[in-house]
Each structure stands twice: as structure tokens, then as C-alpha cells.
């Protein structure tokens, strides 16, 4: 009797969970477009103040592009049994997290001392907005590399499914964030 | 392969043994020993991670928030339709915002009529018609109608139900705000919204609002990421995308719609949120209040419009699409034959949610926006009516010769096709953007949206409870009182709604408390009395539906066949008794597409039933 049944079948080619974050990335990708579709339709309108992005916005990409790079290799180093690698650089890439923060702030505090505050025009409330949330995000990034350390040094080093998925979904958002940044500064710079 | 069972059989023992013997094992039994889920009332009831719960859950609460709506509707048409009348008899419940006057006539308060006009918006379209229809039915048949043990990560499920609770908890509270609930619309425009002393509602209650429907939106989207990647990663064997029932593909895509565009109202609240608290001016430009010059400069309220509508057509979509899927089924299940045109039906529910990315400024053609750029939107939204045609088609064809099963699902469905003709016709006069100088902001435009989204989509949910109400509860609900409650609402809803054109076109404004001020419209008070008694008499049906609905869920008919309705798709295959994880063996490996009716002699022909040697398979 022929009967044409169902044969091949390999579930999940990618992880469920892994899918999810991607969705939930291009969520936020479309928080963000709203934002700057919004820039640039009240920069149309006029009365508008025009100003330069502050330096230490070009020399934090250099930051979040260099941590992005630390915690791919610190991937490596977990997955190819290298402890040391991927300890050590887990730990350099939670501090040019912090590092991150840290800048953007001291480059808002540049805005302010050149006199573009948080209500001054709708063009410096935008970058305040625009930045302050992506810095948010960066902060949901920063927890998520906090736990990963966590694991890293309580955890008895071993590579399971589990924690490669884990490392994985980190990995794939702090590239995600570093993306956004750059899509924002880029967006900045050619608007202005 | 060779003792394969034979047709003869009672057709639920060979389902078993086609899912025994071709189905897929995951082990999951051997995992979920006693299940650590529903050990306990408060797992099970409450804080339950299994789909079929949360859709329970998402039912009841947005039936709750739908009588809410609905009462609050009732108190501000009897406003509209008796403004003569003396409310005081209200006094009791309404309290402070009953005016009583000296000769002791009780008079609804200006402030909260704007409120309950606001808050029936808000709560009928999102809390009701968002998570209450897409909430409930995502939930209950995306893994049962794809084969999957529950959601892809049930435990965001259950969050998402309980975010969608914490807002209506807030929403809740709002109402009981000594200023009361904001009052500036359901769109929210600012100044009303951004200004905390434009009006009483916009204080306190606007900040309620707000925060509200961020968590509102959290829940929105945790639900969304599980549907669209339950629907991507968790199909059963054999289960393509092209053999998913049209109701999964309208979940699928409207959770598509809902994820890309909620997130934008979230930036327009953030926006809103620094102009009230921080003073910045993105949406505020020079403004001369309560006799002060506010310090805002330059901000534009249009902008807000536009990120909020670019969230608010999709919504009327992911409101629609959703009971747009349920009918397809419904109409095909019950008319025994296969949905006409499948991959028409797919196609068309893609286009109309691409095309509702791009036509929100259709609900700003009067905001002052480039006529030539109202040109755009105008073809675009006239475009969409060929998609909505394609379906409409395919829905009478489905029903043209059909051996139709008059029950009160199949009745809700093809009501659901006459309001969405009714609305969507009415639809073409708005989009065109010179009517809509005579149309906007008048009755027609609320008759439009009422009939084509709100009725319609109270009526597939309505199809798709009657008709899955065995699969939640394992009981029936009693079909002679569903039949009376579909005629009552089909006559009473257009008994509402259809006068309300006329309205329109003769320009009665929306959301006026009062006429008394235009002579021309004097000669409509008898037709606002009739709308008013209209509703009165539409809501007592529905009390007619929530006893039959609670009434089932203890005493309805007992399920004995557990596939009542002869259907095709997965989730008749499951046990009566609801186990967790769906099935109670291996998951069942699906073999063909999911509208097999009448098909080669037999009257239906489930999706585990292997493509005979002398059969080929439709697409």
C-alpha cells in the first residue's frame, strides 16, 4: 500500500527562545524608527536648533564597537575550552559596558555645558530621548552579562546546550544594541 | 507501515492509532511526570503557565472589561438620547458625577460624560477586542491547532496575561479617581493629554491612562513574540505552513502587525510623558492656559497623531484579522465544505496587513496635512478594499451549496460577513479625502468603525466561543439561547448603528455632550431615542449570552464525541478532558491541509489521515 506520510522532521532548527529575541529586537528596532521618523518630521516643521553631536558620542562607538569584539572572542574562548579567555574578557566587556554609560553621560553633560538642555529645542530633547533609551537598553544589556558572569565564575566551567544558549542569546543582543548605537549616530550625524 | 488502520474503524480509536503510529515523540511525558504546572490550585487557576488556562483567563477578563464598556456606553447614550431625563436614579452608582439640582433632576456631569466616552474606547478596543479576542483564541489554538504542547515559552505567556491584568487593575482604579479617568478621547491627542490642567481627566487620570497601556503594550508584545514563534518554531511534523488553518495564519500575522506597530505608541508616550513632567515641547507648541503662557515652544501636536495612528489603523486590523480567521474556519467547519480560495485568503490577510502600515494619515486628512500627500493615503486605503473583497468572496462562496449547519457559531459568522460588508462599504466614503471634509469627526464615522470593527469582531469572538466552548470547557453552551442571542444582536446592533449614518451626513459631531445649542439638529432627537433604546435592549441580549456562557461552564451539555462539529484540524484530536501538553502520547504528525470537507465522497477527512494511494493532495 502507498501512503505518503510525513517522514523528515527536524524540530527547531533554531532555537525557540533564541527566535523569540530576535522578534523582540525587531520590536525594539521599530521603537526606535518611530523615534527618529519623528525627528525628522518636527525637523521638517522648522524652528528647529541646529548643533554638533558631542565628540565623545564618535569616541564611545570606539567603546561599544571594542566590547562588542571582547565579548565575541570571550565566546570563542568559552566554546573552544579556553576558561581564562572567556572569564577574562567577559569580565573587560562588562566594564566598557559600564565604561559606555559612563561616557554617554559625561557627553550629555558636554550638551548641557554648550547650552542644550533637556527643554531647551525639540532638537537636543530628541537626542536626550533618543540616546537616554538606547542607554536604557544598553543597561537590559549590562544585566544580561551580569548573570552571564555569574554563571562564568560559580558555575563549574563545562559547555552544555544550556549555557551555549544562554551565551548565545547575550552575545546576540549586546551586538544587537552596539548595531542600534551605530544606526543612531549615524542617523544623528546626517541629519544635522 | 503495514498495519496502518483501517478505515473501518471508529474514527477517534484510528486518530489514536494514526497518532500512535506515524506521530512524532518528544518525550514530553516522560519530562512532565505529575506535572509540576498544575500541582496546585494556585498553579492551575492563577499563576497557570498552560496556554489553555491563560486563554480561559484572557476570556473572562476581557468579557468582564466588555460589560464595563458596554454599561458605560449605556450611561452616556441616555445622555445623548433622553437629555430631558432626570438621572438621578443613577445617583447610587455614579455618585458625585450625577448633578443633582434644585428641583431635584440629576444631570450627567459634562467631565465624566468625556471620561465614560474615553474609557468605553479605550477598554472596548484594547482591553476587549485586543487581548480579550487575539489573547483568548491565540492562546487556546495556536499549539492545539499546530500540534504543539503549549507556547513556545509558557511562562512569558503567563506573564503576558498578568501584565494585561495589572493594566486593567489601573485602568480599574482610574475610574475611581476623585478628578475621574481621562476624559480627552480614546486617541489621546495632546494638548488634552499632555497639558495636566487642561481638564479634570487630565491629571491624575491621564497618568493612570498612560501607564495603563504601557503595561498593556508589555503584554501585547510578550504574547506576540510567543505566537509568532510558537507559529514559526513549534509546528508539528508535517505541518507547513501552507497546510496551517486560516485562523492561525490571522493570529500569526496580526501578532506580526501588533509587534511592529505597538511599540511606536510607546515612543509617542514617552514623548507625551516628557512633555507633561519635563517640559520639553516635542508635542507642545505655544500655548495660553487657565490665563498664563506656558513656557512650551514650537512642539507640534500633528506629530503626535501621526505616531499614534501609525499604532491605531494596524489596531483596527489586529482587532479584525483575528475574527477574520476564526470566521474562515467557523464558515467551512459548519458548512462542510473547504474554505473557497485558501491561498487567496492567506494572500489577502498579507496585503491588508502591509497596505495598514501605510494608510494611518487617513485619520488626519482634517489635521491640516498636504492635500497632496492625502492623495497617497487616499489610494492606498481604497486599496485595501480589494483584499477585503477577496475575502468577503471567498466567504459567500464558501457558503454557496454548502450543507450549512445552522447553529448558533455558523449564524455568528455569517452575521460577521454582513457587518463587515456593511462597515467596509461605508469605509470606501471615509478614505476618500474630500467626503471626509463633510464626514469627519460625525456619527458616520462612528457608525463605520462600530459596524466594521466593533460588531464584526464581537461576532467572530462570539462564532469562535460558541464553536470552541466544548475545547475550553468540555461542555456546551445551550445553542437555542445562542440562536436568540444572535438574532438580538444582529437586529439590535444595526438598530444602533445604521440611523448613525444619517446623523453623519447630515454632520451631528461626535462626542458632543449636547445638541441644544444647534437648531439643526433638533429634528433628530427621536432617532438618538431610538439608538438609546437600541443599545438598552442589544445589552440586555448579551445578558442572555454571559448566563448561557456561565450557565455551560458547570451545567452546558457534557462533550461525548470529541469532535462535535466533525472538524478537520488538530485540536478535536485531543483527549475531552484538556490534559497538559495537549496530547496524551506522541504529537500527532499531520498529512494533509486542514479543509478536507466532502472530499472524495467522505463528509470530512481529519489533517493526521494519510493522502490515500488514489488521492491527491489540494493546496
Same mark, same amino acid.
Given at each position: ?17 533564541k527566535?523569540a ?19 525628522i ?5 522648522g524652528n528647529w536648533?541646529?548643533?554638533r ?5 564618535y ?53 548641557v ?6 527643554t531647551t ?5 530628541f ?7 538606547h ?12 548573570i ?5 565564575f560559580?558555575?563549574?566551567y ?11 542569546m ?23 | ?19 500512535e =503510529?506515524?506521530?512524532?515523540d ?42 464595563i ?25 455614579l ?25 468605553? &474606547?479605550?477598554?472596548l ?18 499549539p ?27 485602568m ?20 488634552l493629554?499632555?497639558?495636566p490642567?487642561?481638564?479634570? &481627566?487630565?491629571g ?31 509546528r ?55 490665563g ?34 476564526i470566521?474562515? =474556519?467557523v464558515l467551512s ?10 491561498k487567496?485568503m ?26 497632496f500627500?492625502s492623495?497617497f493615503?487616499?489610494i ?10 477577496v ?23 455569517i ?7 456593511? &462597515? ?17 469627526d460625525?456619527y ?9 470593527m ?8 462570539f ?20 440562536k ?43 432617532m ?5 433604546i437600541?443599545?438598552i435592549?442589544?445589552f440586555?441580549?448579551q ?12 451545567k452546558g451539555k ?17 483527549p475531552? =478532558? ?10 500527532p504528525?499531520v498529512q ?16 493526521? =489521515? ?6 491527491k493532495?489540494v493546496?
Amino acid at each position: 500500500m502507498e501512503i505518503a506520510v510525513a517522514k523528515e522532521y527536524r524540530r527547531n532548527k533554531i532555537h525557540p527562545k533564541k527566535f523569540a529575541l530576535y522578534v523582540a529586537c525587531a520590536s525594539i528596532v521599530m521603537m526606535f524608527a518611530a523615534f527618529t521618523s519623528a525627528y525628522i518630521v518636527r525637523q521638517s516643521a522648522g524652528n528647529w536648533l541646529e548643533f554638533r553631536m558631542p565628540t565623545l558620542f564618535y569616541v564611545n562607538t570606539l567603546v561599544i564597537l571594542l566590547s562588542s569584539v571582547t565579548l565575541h572572542a570571550s565566546y570563542w574562548g568559552f566554546k573552544k575550552g579556553n576558561p581564562l579567555l572567556y572569564k577574562g574578557l567577559l569580565v573587560v566587556t562588562l566594564l566598557l559596558g559600564f565604561a559606555f554609560l559612563a561616557l554617554q553621560y559625561e557627553a550629555w553633560q558636554s550638551l548641557v555645558a554648550i547650552g542644550i538642555e533637556l527643554t531647551t529645542n525639540p532638537s537636543g530633547s530628541f537626542v536626550y530621548v533618543i540616546s537616554g533609551l538606547h542607554a536604557a537598553h544598553i543597561l537590559g544589556g549590562i544585566g544580561a552579562l551580569i548573570i552571564a558572569l555569574i554563571h562564568a565564575f560559580v558555575l563549574k566551567y563545562q559547555v552544555t546546550e544550556g549555557r551555549k544558549l544562554r551565551f548565545e542569546m547575550t552575545l546576540t543582543y549586546w551586538h544587537f544594541v552596539d548595531l542600534l548605537w551605530i544606526y543612531l549616530l549615524l542617523f544623528f550625524t546626517l541629519q544635522s | 507501515m503495514a498495519n496502518i488502520a483501517t478505515q473501518s474503524q471508529p474514527e477517534a480509536i484510528r486518530e489514536d492509532m494514526l497518532i500512535e =503510529e506515524l506521530g512524532f515523540d518528544d518525550h514530553f511525558h516522560d519530562h512532565h511526570h505529575g506535572d509540576k504546572y498544575q500541582s496546585n490550585f494556585i498553579t492551575t487557576y492563577i499563576f497557570s503557565q498552560d496556554h489553555k488556562m491563560i486563554a480561559k483567563q484572557f476570556l473572562i477578563t476581557g468579557m468582564f472589561w466588555a460589560v464595563i464598556g458596554a454599561l458605560m456606553s449605556l450611561v452616556f447614550r441616555l445622555q445623548l438620547g433622553f437629555p430631558e431625563e432626570s438621572l438621578a436614579w443613577l445617583k447610587p452608582v455614579l455618585g458625585k458625577w450625577i448633578e443633582i439640582s434644585a428641583d431635584g433632576t440629576g444631570v450627567l456631569s459634562q467631565d465624566f460624560y468625556y471620561a465614560l466616552v474615553t474609557m468605553h &474606547g479605550t477598554i472596548l478596543v484594547f482591553f476587549v477586542l485586543t487581548a480579550g479576542l487575539s489573547g483568548t483564541f491565540s492562546n487556546l489554538l495556536i499549539p492545539l491547532q499546530l500540534g504543539a504542547r503549549d507556547m513556545a515559552s509558557p511562562l512569558l505567556n503567563m506573564m503576558s496575561y498578568w501584565f494585561f491584568f495589572l493594566a486593567g487593575a489601573i485602568m480599574f482604579a482610574s475610574l475611581f479617581l476623585s478628578t475621574g479617568p481621562f476624559s480627552g478621547g480614546w486617541v489621546a491627542y495632546p494638548p488634552l493629554s499632555a497639558l495636566p490642567q487642561a481638564s479634570q &481627566g487630565s491629571g491624575a487620570g491621564m497618568t493612570l491612562w498612560t501607564l495603563s497601556l504601557v503595561f498593556f503594550v508589555v503584554s501585547v508584545l510578550l504574547g506576540g513574540i510567543n505566537y509568532i514563534t510558537t507559529v514559526l518554531n513549534m509546528r508539528t511534523k508535517g505541518m507547513s505552513m501552507w497546510r496551517m488553518p486560516l485562523t492561525i495564519w490571522a493570529f500569526f500575522i496580526t501578532a506580526i502587525i501588533g509587534l511592529l506597530s505597538f511599540p511606536v505608541l510607546v515612543s509617542a508616550f514617552l514623548l507625551l510623558m516628557l512633555d507633561r513632567g519635563l517640559g520639553t515641547s516635542f508635542f507642545l507648541s505655544e500655548i495660553y492656559i487657565g490665563g498664563q503662557a506656558l513656557d512650551h515652544v514650537g512642539g507640534s501636536p500633528i506629530l503626535f497623531q501621526h505616531l499614534f495612528w501609525f499604532l491605531g489603523h494596524p489596531e483596527v486590523y489586529i482587532i479584525i484579522l483575528p475574527a477574520m480567521g476564526i470566521v474562515s =474556519e467557523v464558515l467551512s467547519v459548519h458548512s462542510r465544505k473547504p474554505i473557497f480560495g485558501y491561498k487567496a485568503m492567506v494572500y489577502s490577510i498579507m496585503a491588508i496587513a502591509f497596505l495598514s502600515f501605510i494608510v494611518w494619515a487617513h485619520h488626519m486628512f482634517m489635521s491640516g496635512v498636504n492635500p497632496f500627500i492625502s492623495n497617497f493615503f487616499v489610494i492606498f486605503t481604497l486599496i485595501i478594499a480589494v483584499p477585503s473583497a477577496v475575502k468577503v468572496f471567498n466567504w459567500i462562496a464558501t457558503l454557496y451549496k454548502g450543507n450549512i449547519r445552522f447553529n448558533a457559531s455558523s449564524l455568528f459568522a455569517i452575521g460577521f460577513v454582513s457587518m463587515f460588508i456593511s &462597515g467596509g462599504l461605508t469605509g470606501i466614503f471615509l478614505g476618500n479625502s474630500a467626503l471626509d471634509i463633510q464626514l469627519h469627526d460625525t456619527y458616520f464615522v462612528v457608525a463605520h468603525f462600530h459596524i466594521v470593527m466593533g460588531v464584526a469582531a464581537f461576532f467572530g469572538m462570539f462564532a469562535g466561543i460558541y464553536n470552541w466552548f466544548p475545547k475550553l470547557y468540555g461542555r456546551f453552551m445551550n445553542d437555542t439561547l445562542g440562536k436568540i442571542h444572535f438574532w438580538g444582536t444582529l437586529v439590535g446592533a444595526y438598530a444602533i448603528f445604521w440611523p448613525m449614518h444619517y446623523l453623519g451626513m447630515a454632520g451631528v459631531p461626535r462626542r458632543y455632550y449636547s445638541f441644544d445649542a444647534f437648531q439643526a439638529f433638533a429634528h433628530f432627537d427621536g432617532m438618538n431615542q431610538f439608538i438609546t433604546i437600541g443599545a438598552i435592549v442589544t445589552f440586555a441580549f448579551q445578558i442572555i449570552f454571559i448566563v448561557n456562557f456561565f450557565y455551560s461552564i458547570w451545567k452546558g451539555k457534557e462533550m461525548t464525541d470529541r469532535n462535535p462539529w466533525k472538524a478537520t484540524t488538530l485540536e478535536w484530536t485531543t483527549p475531552i =478532558e484538556r490534559i497538559h501538553g495537549n496530547w496524551p502520547g506522541k504529537l500527532p504528525a499531520v498529512q494533509r491541509w486542514a479543509y478536507d470537507y466532502g472530499k472524495d465522497g467522505k463528509d470530512f477527512i481529519t489533517q493526521v =489521515e494519510p493522502i490515500g494511494p488514489d488521492e491527491k493532495e489540494v493546496h
